[in-house]
């Protein structure tokens, strides 16, 4: 990489972020399709948090810096467009045919699902499984609901506090507050602490609730704010240093080959969301071989139907699970037809119609060619 440094332009489309989309959708996939012992997919899930951080900040923030406020019916009506419409889709037909296979959703289920809280409902009350064991389609949607808690705040907190100069310290104490807890929590639930707090299934505690996975999206959103400051030339130089840049692909190595129990529930998280505050902006912003490799089309196509991807391909885990449990050549099959069907399907028939309202909306999205 080169020592010139150009942060990404959050006000036009910038394909390589589609890019880092489609990659983080393919690390989950396939760690979700058998190879979640050689392939970081939860790392993927970060990916995504980051990058939400920092585009929607930073797109607040352009807004904010212009007129001098933010319109908040606008924000959430784009949120709404851009997520509900097909993960309502996606609930009603995934949630009714585990039904008619023997599946049990109760109300409550289908409302936390629709009204982003899986992540809770799954931790203390859980999605109920096959008799078999096939497990519900709907336990993804956790991380739709983590992302969709800091929405809920972040906007009138960014507004309230950017002008003054606390935006970026709420943000540092966010990530520096979420680390403790996991700390605290890590030990607590492990010496049997009630239900109350660990919930039914301790194991999943830290990975899939809000007040524990929140700072992934704060670091992305700490990028943004810098960027839009005075600290933007100095987070420039940083981005553009390659020894800043060999740190950061160190911290990640790191974090994938080091094993051990309390580092992965605990500090993974926060080791990963700041190696991403050099790399994306650097593999997005700067020329390079791999921006290259992140503008490729097939690429950039997977990136943009990456939502739907990730909708549905918890769905094809389920029903392949439940037609070939044997996991066989018959199960991947199944799993990645489902899959590409329904993405597809999600993708030109609920999201790109969704586009022209969110543009009516002050959205940026682009959408490209039909393929």
């Given at each position: 990489?080169?020592?010139?440094?150009?942060?990404?332009?959050?006000?036009?489309?910038?394909?390589?972020?589609?890019?880092?989309?489609?990659?983080?959708?393919?690390?989950?996939?396939?760690?979700?399709?058998?190879?979640?012992?050689?392939?970081?997919?939860?790392?993927?899930?970060?990916?995504?948090?980051?990058?939400?951080?920092?585009?929607?900040?930073?797109?607040?923030?352009?807004?904010?810096?212009?007129?001098?406020?933010?319109?908040?019916?606008?924000?959430?009506?784009?949120?709404?467009?851009?997520?509900?419409?097909?993960?309502?889709?996606?609930?009603?037909?995934?949630?009714?045919?585990?039904?008619?296979?023997?599946?049990?959703?109760?109300?409550?289920?289908?409302?936390?699902?629709?009204?982003?809280?899986?992540?809770?409902?799954?931790?203390?009350?859980?999605?109920?499984?096959?008799?078999?064991?096939?497990?519900?389609?709907?336990?993804?949607?956790?991380?739709?609901?983590?992302?969709?808690?800091?929405?809920?705040?972040?906007?009138?907190?960014?507004?309230?506090?950017?002008?003054?100069?606390?935006?970026?310290?709420?943000?540092?104490?966010?990530?520096?507050?979420?680390?403790?807890?996991?700390?605290?929590?890590?030990?607590?639930?492990?010496?049997?602490?009630?239900?109350?707090?660990?919930?039914?299934?301790?194991?999943?505690?830290?990975?899939?609730?809000?007040?524990?996975?929140?700072?992934?999206?704060?670091?992305?959103?700490?990028?943004?704010?810098?960027?839009?400051?005075?600290?933007?030339?100095?987070?420039?130089?940083?981005?553009?240093?390659?020894?800043?840049?060999?740190?950061?692909?160190?911290?990640?190595?790191?974090?994938?080959?080091?094993?051990?129990?309390?580092?992965?529930?605990?500090?993974?998280?926060?080791?990963?969301?700041?190696?991403?505050?050099?790399?994306?902006?650097?593999?997005?912003?700067?020329?390079?071989?791999?921006?290259?490799?992140?503008?490729?089309?097939?690429?950039?196509?997977?990136?943009?139907?990456?939502?739907?991807?990730?909708?549905?391909?918890?769905?094809?885990?389920?029903?392949?699970?439940?037609?070939?449990?044997?996991?066989?050549?018959?199960?991947?099959?199944?799993?990645?037809?489902?899959?590409?069907?329904?993405?597809?399907?999600?993708?030109?028939?609920?999201?790109?119609?969704?586009v022209a309202l969110r543009r009516r909306a002050g959205s940026h999205a682009f959408v490209g060619p039909a393929r």
């Open positions: 990489m080169t020592h010139t440094s150009k942060l990404p332009d959050t006000q036009r489309y910038v394909p390589s972020l589609d890019g880092l989309r489609a990659c983080s959708v393919l690390l989950v996939i396939l760690a979700h399709f058998g190879l979640d012992g050689f392939v970081p997919g939860g790392f993927g899930v970060t990916a995504f948090f980051w990058i939400s951080g920092y585009l929607l900040t930073a797109q607040m923030l352009v807004e904010i810096k212009a007129t001098g406020r933010l319109n908040f019916r606008r924000f959430y009506l784009r949120r709404a467009l851009r997520l509900m419409p097909a993960a309502l889709a996606y609930v009603l037909i995934a949630a009714g045919a585990f039904m008619m296979i023997g599946g049990v959703m109760t109300g409550w289920a289908w409302l936390w699902a629709v009204l982003y809280g899986a992540n809770y409902y799954d931790l203390f009350v859980m999605f109920k499984p096959l008799p078999s064991g096939v497990a519900s389609p709907l336990t993804h949607l956790w991380s739709l609901a983590v992302e969709e808690h800091f929405y809920i705040l972040w906007p009138v907190a960014l507004l309230l506090l950017y002008r003054a100069g606390w935006a970026l310290r709420l943000l540092i104490a966010v990530c520096v507050a979420v680390l403790l807890w996991r700390i605290w929590l890590y030990q607590s639930c492990l010496s049997g602490v009630t239900e109350a707090i660990c919930g039914l299934r301790p194991e999943y505690r830290l990975y899939k609730a809000t007040d524990t996975r929140i700072d992934s999206i704060a670091w992305g959103a700490m990028v943004a704010v810098i960027a839009a400051g005075r600290g933007r030339s100095w987070l420039s130089r940083l981005v553009a240093s390659p020894t800043a840049q060999a740190a950061a692909v160190a911290l990640l190595l790191f974090g994938f080959v080091y094993r051990a129990e309390p580092f992965r529930e605990v500090w993974r998280y926060s080791l990963q969301g700041i190696a991403l505050c050099v790399l994306i902006p650097a593999v997005t912003g700067m020329p390079s071989l791999v921006r290259r490799v992140l503008e490729w089309r097939l690429i950039v196509y997977v990136g943009r139907l990456s939502y739907s991807i990730y909708l549905w391909h918890w769905a094809g885990v389920t029903f392949a699970t439940w037609a070939e449990p044997s996991h066989g050549v018959a199960w991947v099959g199944v799993a990645i037809a489902v899959t590409v069907l329904c993405a597809r399907f999600g993708y030109y028939l609920i999201e790109r119609p969704m």
